[in-house]
C-alpha cells in the first residue's frame, strides 16, 4: 500500500511539472498570448475598433475577436474576412499573426478571428479546427465547426452591416483545411476562399454551388509537403525537440498541385493555365474558362516553409527574445524558412476583391 502511494505522488508530481513545462513553452514560443481587449457590448462608437465576443453553439463557448476598419459606415455594406488560425493557435494571437488589421484599414474591409477549441493549459487554448482528417481533439471530439462558423456569421450580420455577397475566408495550416471545409460545406455563405500551407483534409465534398480558390503553398514547407507524403508530424516534432512529449496526429496526403487540380475540376477550369503574378520564387497561376468567375489559382514560392507569405518574422516570441536560443532555432528547423517575394495579405484581398458571389 505505502509503495502505491509513493508511485501514486511520484504520478501527480510527474504531471505537475509537465503542466508547468508546457505552460512556460507556450509563452516563450509565443502561442501564451493573451488578448488585452475586454468585452465590449456598445456598438455605437467603435472607439477601439477591436471586440471580444463570445457565443455558444452545440453546448460550447466559443470566442472570436472583430476588427472594425477605420472609416466603417454602419449606413454601408461592408465585407468580411474571416481569419483561420493554425493547429495549437488562437484569436488572440489572430492580429499579430495575420497583419490583417492594417489591411482591412486601409481596404475597408471587417475582419474576424474565430477561436477553435481544445484543452486549456494555464488559461491558454491550445485550439485546433475539425477541418476533416485532421486536427487534434477537435477532430477526436467531432467538434461542430461549420455550424460555430456559420453561428458566428449570423451574429455578425445582426451586429454589423455584412455584404453578405463578400463573406471571404483565408487560413493557415490547419485554418487552411478549415477553410476548405467551409467551402464545401458553407458555399452559400462563403464567397471565396485564400488557404495557405495545406492541402485540405475533407474528403466529402460537395459545395453547392463553385467557390474560388486563392491557394498560397511554399514549396519548401516540411510539415504540409507540396509534393505530398506525410503530413501532420512537424507541430509534434517540434514539442519533441524542445522537450515536450506530443502526439503524432499524421496522414497521407496528396501533392499540393493534384489537390488544388480537383477544385479546378469542381470549378469546371480547363487545364491551362495563365501567370498572373510572378515575383523572385513566387509564382501565381490562375486556371482558365472556370465557371460562374470561380477562378482557381495556386501561388507557388520557392523557399518559404511553413509560414505565412510576406512575414519578415516567425511569429513567436522566442526568435524576438533570443534569435540564436534553442527554442528560436528548433522552430525555424521545423517550419522552415521566411519569403516575403509574395504579400500573403495583398494578394489575397486582391482576389476577395474580384470574387463576390455570384447570385445565380
Known amino acids: ?14 504531471v505537475l511539472i509537465f503542466a508547468v513545462l508546457f505552460a512556460m513553452v507556450l509563452i516563450v514560443v509565443g502561442m501564451g498570448k493573451f ?28 470566442s472570436y475577436i472583430v476588427h472594425i476598419p477605420a472609416g466603417y459606415d454602419r ?31 486601409e481596404k475597408g474591409f471587417i475582419v474576424a478571428y474565430p477561436e477553435g477549441s481544445g484543452k486549456e493549459v494555464f488559461g491558454k487554448t491550445f485550439a485546433t479546427w475539425n477541418a476533416g482528417r485532421c486536427c487534434g481533439d ?7 465547426d461549420v455550424g460555430f462558423i456559420a453561428a458566428m456569421i449570423g451574429k455578425m450580420e445582426t451586429d454589423f452591416n455584412i455584404d ?51 491557394h498560397i503553398q511554399g514549396k519548401a514547407d516540411p510539415c504540409s509537403p507540396y509534393g505530398g507524403g506525410t503530413c501532420g508530424r512537424c507541430m509534434a516534432d517540434f514539442w519533441r525537440k524542445i522537450g515536450v512529449p506530443a502526439r503524432y496526429d ?25 501567370i498572373t ?11 482558365e474558362g472556370c465557371q460562374q468567375n470561380a477562378d482557381v489559382t495556386l501561388c507557388a514560392v520557392d523557399g518559404l516553409g511553413h509560414n505565412w507569405a510576406g512575414r519578415e518574422d516567425y511569429g513567436i516570441q522566442a526568435c524576438g527574445k533570443d534569435p540564436n536560443g534553442k527554442i528560436c532555432q528548433e522552430w525555424k528547423n521545423t517550419v522552415g524558412p521566411s519569403s516575403q517575394d509574395l504579400l500573403a495579405n495583398e494578394k489575397i484581398w ?4 474580384k470574387h463576390p458571389m455570384v447570385l445565380k
Open 1 to 14: 500500500m505505502k509503495i502505491c502511494s509513493i508511485m501514486k505522488n511520484k504520478k501527480i508530481i510527474l
Open 35 to 62: 488578448s488585452s481587449m475586454e468585452p465590449d457590448r456598445d456598438l455605437s462608437g467603435y472607439d477601439r475598433r477591436d471586440f471580444n465576443f463570445t457565443l455558444e453553439h452545440d453546448g460550447i463557448e466559443r
Open 75 to 105: 449606413n454601408s455594406e461592408t465585407p468580411l474576412v474571416i481569419a483561420l488560425h493554425g493547429g495549437g493557435g488562437d484569436a488572440a494571437n489572430g492580429p499579430e499573426y495575420f497583419g490583417l488589421n492594417r489591411t482591412s484599414d
Open 138 to 144: 477537435a477532430l477526436r471530439e467531432n467538434v461542430d
Open 164 to 214: 453578405g455577397r463578400r463573406i471571404f475566408a483565408t487560413g493557415m495550416s490547419n485554418g487552411a483545411q478549415m477553410a476548405y471545409r467551409l467551402a464545401c460545406e458553407l458555399s452559400g455563405k462563403i464567397a471565396a476562399i485564400a488557404p495557405s500551407g495545406s492541402q485540405g483534409t475533407f474528403d466529402d465534398c460537395r459545395p453547392e454551388r463553385a467557390v474560388p480558390v486563392f
Open 250 to 274: 499524421d496522414w497521407q496526403c496528396v501533392s499540393i498541385p493534384d489537390y488544388v487540380d480537383k477544385w479546378r475540376t469542381m470549378n469546371g477550369c480547363s487545364e491551362k493555365t495563365n
Open 277 to 287: 503574378f510572378q515575383n523572385g520564387g513566387a509564382v501565381c497561376s490562375t486556371y
Open 350 to 353: 486582391e482576389f476577395f476583391e
